[in-house]
């Protein structure tokens, strides 16, 4: 089975500065989805940014890019020039490739940032 | 984009009764939907899957008959808690995949459920 690691419960960040969020992941497989997804305190998740494992280019999504390492199962998430409106909890996901749209995400137990001012 | 509305956004209810959450996909039709059940300030819990026309496939742990699921339809997910009690109050949220975005979940805004 398939597991999403993320270490740290909280991190912060001063507005217009960077951060890093990590996460770390097990699996067999070799080709398979993996995802960050931002949820604000409405709680709606929003997917932030994808990355297919066949890949080898880092995903970039304006201010968000991951570093994508399938050797070390490691999918952190950069956001550059944070903003106040970035403060949320962030998931990690993973999603298999082969068994298409049935796949369920497993996730990992989120981070909460928060951004100062 | 895809979008998936849940109804109703925040419900109340007394212990014993049941109470119905309806999950739609209102621009694509949902061949799957899952059922999720997040605490405060934890990650999301996976309870089902539903495909649309059978059974739903649940995970270690969750009862079958406590939480009945229902995809009746290619844009309609609809989740039962009967007999609800007060552990059973909870923030459900319900995603979808299907049409061109098969690769995607789309999720719905989350349904806050207070069982008195």
């Known amino acids: 089975a398939q597991t999403v690691t993320q270490s740290q419960p909280e991190m912060s960040v001063q507005e217009a500065e960077t951060v890093t969020l990590s996460c770390t992941y097990d699996?067999?497989?070799?080709?398979?989805?993996l995802f960050w997804y931002k949820q604000p305190p409405s709680r709606q998740m929003i997917l932030v940014i994808r990355?297919?494992?066949?890949?080898?280019q880092n995903a970039t999504e304006n201010r968000f890019s991951v570093n994508f390492q399938k050797a070390a199962k490691s999918f952190s998430l950069k956001i550059s020039d944070s903003q106040l409106g970035d403060a949320a909890m962030y998931f990690c996901a993973y999603r298999s490739f082969y068994t298409g749209a049935n796949s369920k995400l497993t996730f990992g137990k989120g981070i909460t940032l928060s951004v100062r001012p | 984009g895809a979008v998936v509305s849940q109804h109703p956004s925040r419900v109340i209810c007394k212990s014993g009764t049941s109470v119905k959450i309806e999950c739609r996909s209102l621009d694509f039709q949902a061949t799957t939907m899952f059922w999720y059940r997040q605490f405060p300030k934890q990650s999301l819990m996976l309870m089902a899957t539903?495909?649309?026309?059978?059974?739903?496939?649940?995970e270690q742990g969750v009862e079958k008959d406590k939480f009945l699921i229902n995809h009746a339809s290619l844009t309609l997910s609809t989740l039962t808690v009967t007999s609800a009690h007060p552990e059973d109050s909870s923030f459900y949220i319900c995603?979808?995949?299907?049409?061109?975005?098969?690769?995607?979940?789309?999720f719905g805004p989350g349904t806050r459920l207070t069982v008195l």
């Open positions: 699996t067999s497989e070799s080709d398979y989805y």
């Open positions: 995603s979808a995949t299907g049409g061109i975005s098969y690769n995607e979940q789309f």
């Open positions: 539903s495909n649309e026309g059978s059974k739903a496939t649940y």
């Open positions: 990355q297919e494992a066949y890949k080898q």
